[in-house]
């Protein structure tokens, strides 16, 4: 490229841009109200809508150690690479989490329920995003194993601890001991101990107590300090079967033969127990950004864990329907994750998700005048023209049928108002030839009026 060729190349870019400048100003002059209507109309359609996700959130994880603070923890490491804040509370059990979620003044956003806990209607303020893993009710005891058939006779005066009051696993066996009579509020049942589930494991292998009940997953450090303990044994439910006919929220599982230790063939015997489900509920009212993630953090929780009981692709699902599942969940559920998720964050995955609808109809709107913003300079100097020809069409037809010189006089004070307002206009450089050629057409219909005048004023 020549120098010539370059510096006309570089005197083509600033008339360019200083046109396409000049535009933008003239359009921010005329066009402010438009303009301010349009962005009013975007900051209320992002109020509304929510795009933003709070950057906190609170979840309450039960007692120290449990299973549900283990996997409360997963789900921190989850939302910390998605840029969320995921803050655990320890509460004293399952219920006790969901209850202070479900109070409207409570910082908590969200908890773990225990299937099977909760009747419809308790938690009004709150709705599901599924299960999450199944939670085993474990039955340890004392002494030698139970062989008999009646467990209820076997256990009957000793002391036994039940949970912390309130507690998932407290109302659990509740339901359970029920179906087999037994009333732990009656006076016969004065041996039950309502305690955490660290106190109960303490006070069982220090022989303070005979036997526990605990609703924990086998990772939990309370379990596994069990399982170690060589005078500790589980207590295998004859009766699972019948349980779970009773109560459909529940599932029947199964420790195989020597899978605690294949070398010491731990249990010698397939051991039956009763699962429930853990069940994660949130606020009404949480962002559907944040609900995403948990349903994402939950089916990725799922896939990684070597899960002991049940298959790693079975959750997140909706078993538990005594709380009304979240739209976000149903919508995940029958339809899978939102496309563009893990290519885009996952608020704006969310957004598109819900908006998509919206933005098309946007789309539709907007996609014309943003082809038409960088052009504005030639669309306003063709409207300008082309309002400049109308006018004057109108004058013509006006002149023709003029019937005195009065009417032609009028007609001149218009070509000469509508020739000054022309001369205080900018017109881009693209439409230079259509504006002169509107210029002479203008002087063509004054002279007609001119000529129009003297003819008519001849005759009077």
């Known amino acids: 490229m020549t120098v010539r060729k370059k510096h006309a190349f570089l005197r083509f870019l600033y008339n360019r ?17 438009s303009l301010v ?17 709070p950057g906190t959130v609170t979840l309450a994880v039960g007692q120290p150690g449990s299973t549900y603070e283990l996997l409360g923890r997963r789900y921190q490491d989850y939302f910390a690479r998605a840029g969320v ?20 003044g409570s910082p908590i956003n969200g908890g773990f329920l225990l299937g099977g806990v909760a009747h419809k209607g308790d938690f009004p303020h709150l709705v599901s995003l599924g299960s999450v893993q199944y939670m085993p ?11 008999g058939s009646d467990a209820v006779s076997y256990f009957r005066g000793k002391p036994i601890a039940i949970g ?43 022989g303070k107590i005979e036997a526990m009940a605990i609703a924990d997953g086998i990772d939990s450090p309370t379990i596994q300090n069990l399982l170690a303990h060589p005078e500790i044994h589980i207590f295998d439910f ?10 459909p929220y529940l599932e029947m599982v199964t420790i195989p033969r020597g899978s605690l230790d294949l070398v010491k063939l731990d249990p010698p015997n397939d051991i039956h127990m009763i699962a429930s ?35 790693t692709d079975q959750f997140p699902a909706y078993i538990d329907k005594s709380i009304p599942l979240s739209p976000v969940a149903e919508r995940y559920f029958s339809k899978g994750a939102p496309w563009l998720t893990g290519v885009l964050p996952f608020w704006l995955v969310n957004y598109i998700d819900r908006m998509w609808l919206l933005v ?42 003029a019937s005195s010189v009065e009417q032609l006089h009028y007609l001149a004070e218009r070509i000469d108002a509508l020739d000054a307002e022309l001369g205080d206009v900018w017109v881009s450089s693209d439409e230079t030839n259509r504006f002169y050629t509107m210029k002479s057409a203008l002087g063509l219909v004054r002279r007609e009026i001119s000529a129009r005048i003297e003819t008519m004023g001849a005759r009077l």
């Open 85 to 104: 804040t995921l803050t655990l509370v320890n509460t004293a059990g399952s219920r006790e989490s969901i209850a202070e979620a479900d109070d409207a």
């Open 37 to 53: 209507v349009l962005a009013f109309g975007v900051v209320l359609i992002l109020l509304v809508t929510r795009p933003l996700p």
């Open 17 to 33: 841009l200083r046109e396409e400048h000049l535009a933008w100003r003239i359009m921010f002059r005329e066009e402010w109200v």
């Open 277 to 311: 489900t853990i069940t994660l509920l949130v606020e009404k009212t949480m962002h559907p950004a944040l609900q995403l993630l948990f349903l994402q953090a939950t089916e990725t929780i799922s896939e990684e864990s070597d899960s002991f009981f049940g298959r």
């Open 137 to 147: 009710l474990w039955f340890f005891y004392r002494g030698p194993p139970f062989a």
């Open 360 to 401: 098309l109809g946007i789309f539709a709107i907007v996609l014309p005048l943003f082809r038409l913003v960088p052009n504005y300079r030639l669309f306003r100097s063709r409207q300008l023209i082309s309002d400049a020809y109308d006018e004057l069409k109108l004058i013509e037809e006006r002149m023709y049928a």
């Open 164 to 206: 912390a009051e309130g507690s998932g696993t407290e109302l659990l066996l509740t339901r359970i001991l029920a179906m087999r009579g037994i009333s732990i509020e009656k006076s016969d049942a004065e041996n039950f101990r309502r305690l955490l589930h660290a106190d109960a494991a303490e006070q069982l292998l220090d």
């Open 238 to 247: 004859a009766y699972a079967d019948a349980y779970v006919k009773r109560m």
